[in-house]
């Protein structure tokens, strides 16, 4: 009778220790991204649910950040995929780059949904990219020192050399700044900072150290240096928004009357002819504030009568997207290339069809109009376009693997292109872009 318990009890022992079945594992597992090119290479497992007919790619530009699909927004939208391999072609020029996949269902009525959980998530790190931590609204070039200035709406100011492929020198200076301007006086090369509590600061322009200081009794938001003088344009209410300053004496010389100013810049072909520009929007009146005026001094700084026409106010005006030619003093300006001549008459715009253009460089000669877009749109990348200035037609595309922010003429050597890795606005009203990085095309 033992015998027969003790076997009885032992087949219970055996039957409760029965090992069950795996349960059905219902994940994606994301393999790690490789490299291809310019693109990256995506590849997933299927899961065994069944209902996850479909899946869709999510992509964030950071190591911890938010994450866009790319089925429904961002470059280069895509359908839900049936297939467990993508080759992301659009993938933003950063550092890095993460991604998750989601499976998705379709339900009796054919209508599509996420499952609950997705992939793991992976990080991709481009090899051997070094990005510019800055949060510029303008950059300048010297081609000469082989410098870059990125000027920061805050007040910050970096220093980048293209020889060193390093930040050299970054300064705070501690207030809201317009745009600035850069030339040599005595023998030491200088840069101008207009600041919006009604002063100019100078600063050692390879040190980036303090030299100077001149008070112009209002907010200034931008400088033109030239043969000893400083041209500011300031918050006037009396209607004289452009001052005249002595660089030597740091004396007002002269002021000349006109309406608003955002932006200066000299004519390229003579040292007394100034173009300003603004934009705006008057939020009660419901009127655009686009604006575009000529001045004309005497070689002492005294304002001089021209004969420009008025401006109309019906072209879109940007004063962060403004260049001038330097052979015949073309204006150019706005994300849809507006052209115009010395005396403000409007001489067309570049044939851009769906591009939006954030930013303008004329070659040495004049010929042509280098023009950066940057706008997400299905079907195409990141450019610059290449028109014929005699006649605007477009004559060539080069895509670039960042978006366009400033565009600089750079001599037998091309075009330097300072982009950002993430998309730049097409107006001066908009969150400043970061992280930059250099390319060179000819």
């Known amino acids: 009778m033992r015998q027969l318990f003790a076997f009885v009890l032992l087949m219970f022992v055996a039957v409760g220790c029965k090992k069950e079945p795996d349960p059905v594992k219902d994940e994606i597992v994301l393999n790690q991204p490789v490299l291809q090119g310019d693109s990256i290479v995506l590849t997933w497992s299927k899961p065994a649910n069944p209902d996850h007919t479909r899946y869709q790619i999510?992509?964030?530009?950071?190591?911890?950040?938010?994450?866009?699909?790319?089925?429904?927004?961002?470059?280069?939208?895509?359908?839900?995929?049936?297939?467990?391999?993508?080759?992301?072609?659009?993938?933003?020029?950063?550092?890095?780059?993460?991604?998750?996949?989601?499976?998705?269902?379709?339900?009796?009525?054919?209508?599509?949904?996420?499952?609950?959980?997705?992939?793991?998530?992976?990080?991709?790190?481009?090899?051997?990219?070094?990005?510019?931590?800055?949060?510029?609204?303008?950059?300048?070039?010297?081609?000469?020192?082989?410098?870059?200035?990125?000027?920061?709406?805050?007040?910050?100011?970096?220093?980048?050399?293209?020889?060193?492929?390093?930040?050299?020198?970054?300064?705070?200076?501690?207030?809201?700044?317009?745009?600035?301007?850069?030339?040599?006086?005595?023998?030491?090369?200088?840069?101008?900072?207009p600041r919006a509590d009604g002063w100019v600061l100078v600063y050692n322009a390879l040190t980036l150290d303090k030299i100077d200081e001149i008070n112009v009794g209002a907010s200034a938001s931008s400088v033109v240096a030239n043969q000893g003088l400083l041209f500011v344009s300031v918050d006037d209410p009396a209607g004289h928004p452009l001052k005249v300053y002595s660089r030597a004496t740091k004396q007002l010389v002269s002021a000349a009357s006109g309406r608003k100013i955002t932006r200066l810049k000299m004519l390229p072909n003579s040292n007394t002819k100034l173009v300003g520009i603004s934009d705006g929007y008057d939020s009660v009146q419901r009127l655009?504030?686009?604006?575009?005026?000529?001045?004309?001094?005497?070689?002492?700084?005294?304002?001089?009568?021209?004969?420009?026409?008025?401006?109309?106010?019906?072209?879109?005006?940007?004063?962060?997207?403004?260049?001038?030619?330097?052979?015949?003093?073309?204006?150019?300006?706005?994300?849809?290339?507006?052209?115009?001549?010395?005396?403000?008459?409007?001489?067309?715009?570049?044939?851009?069809?769906?591009?939006?253009?954030?930013?303008?460089?004329?070659?040495?000669?004049?010929?042509?109009?280098?023009?950066g877009a940057s706008t997400i749109s299905v079907g195409w990348k990141q450019r610059v376009d290449v028109y014929d200035a005699a006649n605007q037609t477009l004559s060539r595309s080069i895509t670039t693997k960042a978006y366009p922010f400033r565009l600089f003429a750079d001599g037998t050597n091309g075009i330097v292109v300072v982009s950002s890795i993430s998309v730049v606005a097409t107006n001066d009203r908009t969150s400043p872009v970061t992280d930059m990085v250099v390319e060179y095309f000819k």
């Open 58 to 193: 999510r992509r964030g530009t950071a190591p911890i950040g938010s994450f866009f699909d790319l089925t429904l927004v961002g470059d280069g939208a895509i359908p839900f995929l049936d297939d467990n391999r993508y080759v992301d072609n659009t993938a933003a020029y950063c550092p890095y780059l993460t991604y998750t996949v989601v499976g998705i269902r379709q339900n009796s009525l054919g209508v599509y949904s996420s499952s609950a959980g997705g992939s793991n998530t992976v990080i991709f790190e481009r090899p051997n990219l070094k990005t510019i931590h800055a949060e510029p609204f303008d950059v300048q070039f010297d081609a000469q020192r082989r410098l870059l200035y990125f000027f920061d709406k805050k007040g910050v100011i970096t220093q980048y050399s293209l020889t060193t492929n390093a930040i050299t020198k970054v300064i705070n200076t501690a207030a809201t700044i317009g745009y600035c301007d850069r030339t040599t006086y005595n023998g030491v090369p200088e840069i101008y900072v």
């Open 288 to 371: 655009s504030l686009n604006d575009l005026q000529y001045f004309t001094f005497s070689s002492t700084g005294l304002p001089t009568a021209n004969t420009a026409i008025p401006f109309d106010g019906t072209q879109l005006m940007t004063p962060g997207i403004f260049e001038v030619c330097p052979t015949n003093n073309t204006i150019i300006t706005s994300r849809e290339g507006n052209i115009y001549n010395e005396n403000l008459q409007f001489q067309g715009k570049l044939l851009r069809g769906t591009a939006n253009y954030t930013s303008f460089a004329y070659d040495p000669t004049g010929r042509f109009i280098y023009a």
